[in-house]
């Protein structure tokens, strides 16, 4: 009963009682007096009626909006990746009913007959008015929007901004983007407009183009080959630095051992030895996936028989198990349905994952807030990885006309993992 009381179809019946009952009950009425002769006051009275069933039609489609699809797009968007739907939705939550409620007065008062030419020509002189005057607001939402749909950044990303300055991006909203000053420990908001026209790094998307320079003067008696060979060792041994961590963690004892720098050291080899579990399992999980691709390529030709999608089932549930998911059957609304829920494996991805967050909280470096950064991007991206298994599974499950683009999907799921969900070094 728990779950049926979640269900949308109650959810829209209770919305819906009380407005489609005023609804039915003024369309009768206005029915019946639209049969009766023409008087003077049984129109008064049938153009109350009509402008009554306006404003309940409208309030009726405010309400379904709001209470019904709003608040299930809520839930859905936060499973997702898109950083435009955090700012589309409280737009549309606000404009829409302003909307809505605008054309309802319209309607009302040309149910009364009254003439609203007048009334036309001073909105859209008002309306280019308030475009002049609030253009560059309009340019601020306007570049929010395409920065919204283009989604050159992330949530989290590191910025090199065009005077130097390091940010971490917050949030872009309709009008400003608020981005987080580490040297400062400060949120700056910057307008839309102004950023779309910056030359901006994103730090947090590195290539092996990418680097930094720095001058450093060094002694004459020592041999600059060294030097640049120590150098070179020691930014390795820095846990925070990109590199292969086999050659890291033989680094990071011999470079970290120093005065005031164990508790770095120790925290920064524990994180690292988590994160190379970490990458141990993504190098298990991707042949898997290559293999149910190849799999798939072969079962796909002529049609899939049924015997083919239990093998395929049977091949993408030892992958759901190395992720530390299982398939649990349940009963639904009186029929079986199948949900993919964690196992709590400790070498699966999930846990292993976990682990390795925790460690990285541990940093004496980071600040009072970004452990909770941390712990809610990773367990969001750990929410789309299920998310993302568990429509594949249903998929599979019952390809109908799709059993010719299973192939296509499990690349897909794999790609978007190590591009996506995390690079494995």
């Known amino acids: 009963m728990k779950d049926f009381e979640r269900d949308i179809a109650l959810v829209t019946l209770n919305v819906s009682a009380y407005p489609a009952l005023a609804v039915f009950i003024l369309g009768i009425l206005k029915f019946t007096f639209h049969q009766l002769p023409s008087v003077k006051l049984i129109d008064g009275i049938e153009n109350l009626l009509?402008?009554?069933?306006?404003?309940?039609?409208?309030?009726?489609?405010?309400?379904?909006?709001?209470?019904?699809?709003?608040?299930?797009?809520?839930?859905?968007?936060?499973?997702?990746?898109?950083?435009?739907?955090?700012?589309?939705?409280?737009?549309?939550?606000?404009?829409?009913?302003?909307?809505?409620?605008?054309?309802?007065?319209?309607?009302?008062?040309?149910?009364?007959?009254?003439?609203?030419?007048?009334?036309?020509?001073?909105?859209?002189?008002?309306?280019?008015?308030i475009g002049f005057a609030a253009q560059g607001i309009l340019a601020n939402f306007f570049s929010g929007v395409v920065l919204l749909i283009d989604t050159p950044f992330q949530f989290g990303d590191v910025l090199l901004l065009e005077n130097g300055s390091i940010a971490m991006l917050?949030?872009?909203?309709?009008?400003?983007?608020?981005?987080?000053?580490?040297?400062?420990?400060?949120?700056?908001?910057?307008?839309?407009?102004?950023?779309?026209?910056?030359?901006?790094?994103?730090?947090?998307?590195?290539?092996?183009?990418?680097?930094?320079?720095?001058?450093?003067?060094?002694?004459?008696?020592?041999?600059?080959?060294?030097?640049?060979?120590?150098?070179?060792?020691?930014?390795?041994?820095?846990?925070?630095?990109?590199?292969?961590?086999?050659?890291?963690?033989?680094?990071?004892?011999?470079?970290?051992?120093?005065?005031?720098?164990?508790?770095?050291?120790?925290?920064?080899?524990?994180?690292?030895?988590?994160?190379?579990?970490?990458?141990?399992?993504?190098?298990?999980?991707?042949?898997?996936?290559e293999a149910l691709i190849v799999t798939l390529q072969f079962a796909e030709k002529g049609g899939m028989t049924k015997e083919e999608i239990e093998n395929v089932q049977q091949e993408y549930r030892g992958i759901l198990s190395a992720l530390g998911l299982e398939v649990v059957p349940e009963i639904y609304h009186n029929r079986s349905v199948f949900l993919l829920k964690e196992n709590r494996s400790q070498d699966s991805l999930i846990e292993l994952i976990r682990n390795w967050y925790r460690i990285y909280i541990w940093d004496f470096h980071l600040l009072d807030n970004d452990s909770s950064i941390l712990t809610e991007e990773w367990e969001h991206k750990i929410n789309l990885l299920k998310r993302r298994v568990q429509r594949l599974y249903q998929k599979i499950s019952n390809p109908q006309s799709e059993e010719t683009r299973l192939d296509d999907y499990v690349m897909e799921l794999n790609r978007w993992l190590r591009e996506r969900f995390k690079e494995p070094r």
């Open 170 to 289: 917050r949030k872009i909203g309709v009008r400003v983007t608020q981005l987080y000053i580490p040297s400062k420990h400060c949120d700056i908001y910057i307008p839309n407009s102004t950023l779309q026209s910056q030359n901006i790094t994103n730090l947090s998307r590195p290539t092996s183009y990418y680097h930094y320079s720095t001058d450093m003067k060094v002694p004459i008696p020592l041999n600059v080959e060294q030097v640049k060979y120590v150098m070179v060792e020691v930014i390795q041994a820095h846990p925070d630095t990109l590199g292969d961590i086999d050659q890291k963690l033989a680094q990071i004892d011999r470079y970290y051992q120093l005065e005031g720098l164990e508790n770095q050291q120790k925290i920064g080899k524990l994180r690292l030895l988590a994160e190379q579990e970490v990458n141990f399992k993504l190098e298990e999980i991707t042949p898997a996936l």
């Open 50 to 129: 009509a402008a009554s069933l306006i404003v309940s039609i409208s309030y009726w489609l405010v309400q379904l909006f709001t209470q019904v699809f709003i608040y299930y797009l809520w839930g859905y968007t936060q499973e997702t990746e898109s950083m435009w739907d955090d700012v589309l939705l409280p737009l549309l939550e606000a404009v829409v009913p302003v909307i809505v409620f605008t054309l309802t007065t319209v309607f009302v008062l040309k149910s009364f007959g009254v003439d609203l030419t007048g009334i036309r020509v001073a909105l859209g002189g008002a309306t280019f008015v």
